[in-house]
């Protein structure tokens, strides 16, 4: 089977009722698929099932086009599942579409329950440029995880402490 017939497969296979068959279309979409198809997987963003918002998302971030992100992503940043906002925000934070909406998500996420999310969230904010929340950078200086102190210590642009 040929690259063209392989990605006809997962575009009707992406519309199927199944939501496995779904994700895994998405999945398949970003590794072989073109510019062309970030729509498909940019219009999975509001699916019903979390496992194929969350493949939507680590399809485009393989698929490596930061313009198909532009809208969808800052939508799966702030997505009530936790796995999809960590694949999000991964997404997010390697495509680096800017923009004040993204920005706006990943300053949400600086709360996010789940730590490898925040951290995330703070190196899509750094490589964006922007500080985002202060007072929610500000209090990330007293997490649990060094890893988070210290991406907020860096955004806010104060000394490092060696260990």
Known sequence: MGED??????????????????????KGLGRIGRAEHA???AG??????PAVRA?????LARLGVPEAGEEALPLLVGDADQGVRRR???AAARLGPGGPALTRAFARLLADPD???RITA???LSALGVPGDVTALA???GDPDPAVRGRARTLLGGPRRRR
């Open 122 to 124: 703070l190196d899509g």
């Open 5 to 26: 017939h392989q990605i006809a497969f997962l575009l009707r296979e992406s519309a199927q009722p199944d939501p496995e068959r779904r994700a895994a279309a998405l």
């Open 139 to 141: 209090a990330l200086l």
């Open 44 to 49: 999975a963003a509001d699916d019903p099932d």
């Open 115 to 117: 730590h490898h999310v």
């Open 55 to 59: 493949a939507a998302a680590q399809g």
């Open 88 to 90: 999000a925000s991964v």
């Open 39 to 41: 729509r498909v997987l």
